[in-house]
Structure formats: structure tokens, C-alpha cells
């Protein structure tokens, strides 16, 4: 059964310009200018199409800007696409930006409490999940301080933690696998697996081709928002590291 569809999705954002010719000179023909910034627009999305399989681990690659982000978002719904169709079946949880919905005068027992709501658990669900939570963050100390007291990698480590135990359907993972120290990426790869063991579906963005070998069935390659390449870790990864090491993009498919 397909978890994740898309069918010649585009996204486009607007591309904003400097104004070279002169404030007054853009004022004075503010139509034109105004125009100007509609018309100028970044695809970062152009005609993609691809399948995730229900209980399939699949790993996005390619440079800064190729459109990794932004299907990631298209798939948890932050965004909308502008032409095709994007169809996914299932709870998604993203770890896109971990901590992004915390409040920062709240502690952290607080902050699990509000972030487990916001992601779709009641209160007593959370509440049961809690002790199980602060164990894997290793923050028992530390838990009714204000977040605003963490370290960035302590605001993660909570992050994280909240969002794998939300028994997603979809896990949705962008460049969060360095979280914390070694002995914390270490067990945040060791909870990767155990989803993937349990056939939840993963979509993982990652420029850390060994994460990408490691916990990913399938590989899709994207270079200026098209998909140029897409095939196991074994064909794929070897194809976009001789492509980074060169320092070219991909124009034509692989």
C-alpha cells in the first residue's frame, strides 16, 4: 500500500529582488516594480513524481536548495504544492525543526506536556508517555527549569524525544541525527532502527551518506528541484558522492 504519492508536484517560493534602480525611481513606478517581485520566483519543486511504500525507509538526497526541505514539507502539510498532487495516508510526525513549538518560560516537564498536545495527544496520553520521554532525553535533572536555562543541544534532545514517542505511521527526519552529544546520536540511531524495524514509514533528509546507507531501502536523488536519480543506497550514493566530489549538479537523469 502507497503511504506517499506525488504526482508531478511543483513548488515555487518568490525570489525577492534588490532594488538597483533607486528608491524614488521604484516608487515612481510602483506597479512596475511590484510586478517585478510577483514575476521573479525560485522552483524549488518542478515536476516531481515518486512513491513511498507503507513501512519503507527512504532517503532524500542532493545539495543545498535541490528541494529536500520542501518535500518534507509538502508531506507533513506546512506547505501546499502548486501543481500536481500530493496524497499521504497515515499520522506524519515531523522532526523537522526540533523545539521550534516551545515556550520558552515553561519548564521542560511543561513544555512536553504543551508539545505532546500540540501533536496530537491528550493530555492523559501524554502524561503516560512523560517518564519514558525524560528517560530517553536524559534530562531529569534539568526538568522543571525554564527552557530558556537549555543548551540549543538540550532544547533538541527534548525535541526529539517528544516527537518519537508520538507513534507515527510517518517519521519524517531532516539533518536531526547529530543531536546531542556522541552517546545521544548514538541512541537517537538506535531509535531509528527500532522504527524502522517496526515498519514505520521513514523519509530521512541527511548529507551523511553512511545514515543514508544505513537506515534507508531506497534512495531518491533531487538537483534543482527535479528528481534525477532514484534506486537503492548501493546505485545511488556512490553516483551523488562522485557528483559532489566533482562539484557539478546533475542535468540530466541518472
Given at each position: 500500500m502507497i503511504a506517499i504519492r506525488f504526482d508531478n508536484v511543483s513548488k515555487s517560493y518568490p525570489r525577492y529582488l534588490h532594488v538597483t534602480r533607486g528608491l524614488k525611481a521604484s516608487l515612481l513606478s510602483l506597479s512596475q516594480t511590484v510586478r517585478a517581485f510577483k514575476q521573479e520566483k525560485f522552483l524549488a519543486l518542478h515536476s516531481v513524481s515518486f512513491e513511498v511504500e507503507m513501512g519503507e525507509s527512504v532517503g532524500l538526497v542532493g545539495p543545498n536548495g535541490s528541494g529536500k526541505s520542501t518535500t518534507l514539507?509538502?508531506?507533513?502539510?506546512?506547505?501546499?504544492?502548486?501543481?500536481?498532487?500530493?496524497n499521504v495516508r497515515g499520522h506524519v510526525c515531523p522532526l523537522l525543526e526540533l523545539g521550534a513549538g516551545f515556550h520558552y518560560d515553561l519548564t521542560g516537564r511543561e513544555n512536553i506536556v504543551l508539545n505532546g498536545i500540540l501533536l496530537g495527544l491528550t493530555r492523559r496520553e501524554v502524561t503516560a508517555k512523560l517518564h519514558d520521554i525524560v528517560a530517553f532525553s536524559e534530562l531529569e535533572e534539568f526538568l522543571d527549569q525554564p527552557v530558556r536555562?537549555?543548551?540549543?543541544?538540550?532544547?533538541?534532545?527534548?525535541?526529539?524525544?517528544?516527537?518519537?514517542?508520538?507513534d507515527p505511521d510517518i517519521l519524517l527526519i531532516d539533518e536531526i541525527l547529530a543531536v546531542g552529544d556522541l552517546h545521544f546520536q548514538a541512541k537517537c540511531r538506535e531509535k531509528m532502527k527500532w522504527f524502522k524495524n517496526r515498519k514505520t514509514t521513514i523519509v530521512l533528509v541527511s548529507h551523511s551518506t553512511s545514515d543514508i546507507r544505513e537506515l534507508?531501502?531506497?534512495?531518491?536523488?533531487?538537483?534543482?528541484?527535479?528528481?534525477?536519480?532514484?534506486?537503492?543506497?548501493?546505485?545511488?550514493?556512490?553516483?551523488y558522492e562522485k557528483s559532489q566530489l566533482v562539484g557539478n549538479s546533475v542535468t540530466a537523469g541518472v
Amino acid at each position: 500500500m502507497i503511504a506517499i504519492r506525488f504526482d508531478n508536484v511543483s513548488k515555487s517560493y518568490p525570489r525577492y529582488l534588490h532594488v538597483t534602480r533607486g528608491l524614488k525611481a521604484s516608487l515612481l513606478s510602483l506597479s512596475q516594480t511590484v510586478r517585478a517581485f510577483k514575476q521573479e520566483k525560485f522552483l524549488a519543486l518542478h515536476s516531481v513524481s515518486f512513491e513511498v511504500e507503507m513501512g519503507e525507509s527512504v532517503g532524500l538526497v542532493g545539495p543545498n536548495g535541490s528541494g529536500k526541505s520542501t518535500t518534507l514539507a509538502l508531506i507533513a502539510g506546512v506547505l501546499q504544492a502548486e501543481a500536481g498532487r500530493v496524497n499521504v495516508r497515515g499520522h506524519v510526525c515531523p522532526l523537522l525543526e526540533l523545539g521550534a513549538g516551545f515556550h520558552y518560560d515553561l519548564t521542560g516537564r511543561e513544555n512536553i506536556v504543551l508539545n505532546g498536545i500540540l501533536l496530537g495527544l491528550t493530555r492523559r496520553e501524554v502524561t503516560a508517555k512523560l517518564h519514558d520521554i525524560v528517560a530517553f532525553s536524559e534530562l531529569e535533572e534539568f526538568l522543571d527549569q525554564p527552557v530558556r536555562t537549555y543548551s540549543s543541544g538540550m532544547v533538541a534532545r527534548l525535541g526529539f524525544s517528544i516527537a518519537i514517542h508520538l507513534d507515527p505511521d510517518i517519521l519524517l527526519i531532516d539533518e536531526i541525527l547529530a543531536v546531542g552529544d556522541l552517546h545521544f546520536q548514538a541512541k537517537c540511531r538506535e531509535k531509528m532502527k527500532w522504527f524502522k524495524n517496526r515498519k514505520t514509514t521513514i523519509v530521512l533528509v541527511s548529507h551523511s551518506t553512511s545514515d543514508i546507507r544505513e537506515l534507508c531501502d531506497r534512495v531518491l536523488w533531487l538537483d534543482h528541484g527535479k528528481l534525477v536519480g532514484e534506486g537503492t543506497p548501493n546505485e545511488i550514493v556512490p553516483l551523488y558522492e562522485k557528483s559532489q566530489l566533482v562539484g557539478n549538479s546533475v542535468t540530466a537523469g541518472v
